[in-house]
């Protein structure tokens, strides 16, 4: 099993996030056309052209061989996750019109000494200029930062995912129990199928 960062994926600009991982329709055409859940609702070619749109108009920003720190708040509740690549079994599944748009996550208890190290790493590189934040209409706030530690965290990481963990294009280990995150809040680019 090896992680690895990411080659290609995009992460909502600014505070781009709320919008994008909205579930709820708001009735502006302009912020509908930005939200995840509508774009992914059609067909592969009208899917990838529009997030490709997205990415130009400048709601997603691209990252390339890094590991994002993801911050999420709720309820009182802060939980930090380190995004990577996972080799481990079996291969990585297809993407949808070459975006690869589910996260695996794997959590620990978080009285677990490595979750505690992986915290400790994390925690750390919150205190930067943040590449997104955006608090939904839920509460919900995520964050997300590029880890200047790369190498620490995926070392930490590696002791958090269990062995035989199918590999995954994206994945999320947290530095203690595991998080949903919404569908677009990350998204993996390779390239678009011809």
Do not use: W
């Not at 965290?153 to 947290?174: D, K, M, Q, T, Y």
Request: net charge negative; charged share 20%; proline share 5%.
């Amino acid at each position: 099993m090896n992680l690895a960062p990411v080659a290609r994926f995009a992460v909502p600009a600014g505070t781009a996030a709320a919008i994008v991982v909205a579930r709820e329709a708001t009735g502006d055409e302009l912020t509908d056309s930005r939200r995840f859940a509508a774009i992914a609702a059609l067909d592969d070619a009208h899917f990838r052209g529009s997030f490709e749109e997205l990415v130009v108009a400048g709601v997603y920003t691209v990252l390339a061989e890094r590991v994002l720190v993801l911050r999420i708040s709720q309820s009182g509740i802060r939980s930090l996750a380190a995004l990577a690549r996972l080799d481990g079994e079996g291969t990585i599944p297809a993407p949808r019109a070459g975006l690869d748009v589910t996260v695996a996550a794997h959590g620990a208890n978080a009285a677990n000494a490595q979750a505690e190290t992986l915290r400790a790493l994390l925690e750390a590189e919150t205190k930067q200029r943040p590449v997104f934040h955006g608090m939904t209409a839920e509460g919900v706030t995520y964050s997300g930062f590029e880890a200047q530690a790369a190498e620490p965290i995926l070392e930490a990481c590696l002791g958090l995912i269990p062995a035989g963990a199918p590999s995954a294009a994206l994945c999320l280990a947290f530095a203690g129990p595991s998080v949903n995150v919404p569908d677009g809040l990350i998204v993996g680019l390779r390239q678009a199928s011809v």
